[in-house]
């Protein structure tokens, strides 16, 4: 039986501003089991950042409970949350956020490096993993001498170095050609099948959601959640 990855009951997310409150997210329950991939899909302002922030624990709920592999995430300090992100968390964002002074190869073994791996066996680890999506060949190159596609092949290869149970991605599409951006989503694909790994990817591209195990949409901060084949 798989592992319950992450599991949200009835979360919500209030913004309060002096008299003003801004109900961001209502009652979202959400279940995601290893090796489940999910899209969530909705319209700016509908709540899809906030959502993950709050999964990603960089955020907190107003209510409700959430725990990620069978951990209450509110009941650990700041510094076991960073610690639990690390080990079981990988982030991939719109814009790569690589820092530009560091190699490839050198971006890549970053979460291993703060994780307290040793530098020689991070790098070992990081240029297998840069192997794997397809750059072996530019490891030692930096991100202005990258195209943008391989810059976010990079960021996926940071993500996963350290073999997450859980990968969160805002838009990693979002700042790519069609092209480049199905070859994201492809490999992401590829990457599911044979690391086990979970994904959780927020999009505006309903064709390339369909390709992931299911889709959620996100309206006025309310979740629903559909399989592929319910949509089709």
């Known amino acids: 039986m798989s592992k319950c990855v992450v599991q949200c009951q009835n979360i919500d997310k209030i913004y309060q501003d002096g008299n003003q409150s801004t109900h961001v997210l209502k009652g979202v329950d959400l279940t995601l089991l290893q090796g489940e ?37 509110s009941q650990l300090s700041r510094n076991a949350q960073a610690k639990f992100r690390n080990q079981h968390l990988g982030f991939i964002y719109q814009f790569h956020h690589l820092l530009m002074e560091f190699t490839a190869l050198e971006n890549t073994a970053m979460p291993l490096l703060i994780g307290g791996m040793k530098a020689e066996q991070a790098k070992i680890k990081a240029s297998a993993m840069l192997e794997r999506v397809g750059l072996g060949h530019r490891i030692n190159h930096k991100p202005s001498e990258l195209s943008g596609g391989e810059r976010q092949r990079v960021a996926i290869a940071r993500a996963l170095v350290s073999e997450p149970d859980l990968v969160l991605a805002d838009e990693p599409t979002g700042n790519l050609d069609k092209q480049n951006a199905l070859n994201i989503y492809n490999l992401i694909q590829e990457l599911n099948l044979s690391l086990k790994t979970s994904f959780i990817v927020v999009t505006h591209d309903l064709e390339l959601a369909a390709k992931l195990n299911k889709t959620a949409f996100l309206d006025d901060g309310v979740l629903k959640i559909q399989t592929q084949e319910a949509i089709a």
């Open 37 to 73: 991939t999910l899209a969530i899909v909705g319209s700016s302002g509908s709540g899809k950042s906030t959502l993950l922030h709050i999964l990603g624990t960089l955020d907190n709920a107003s209510s409700g409970s959430m725990t990620i592999m069978g951990q209450d995430i």
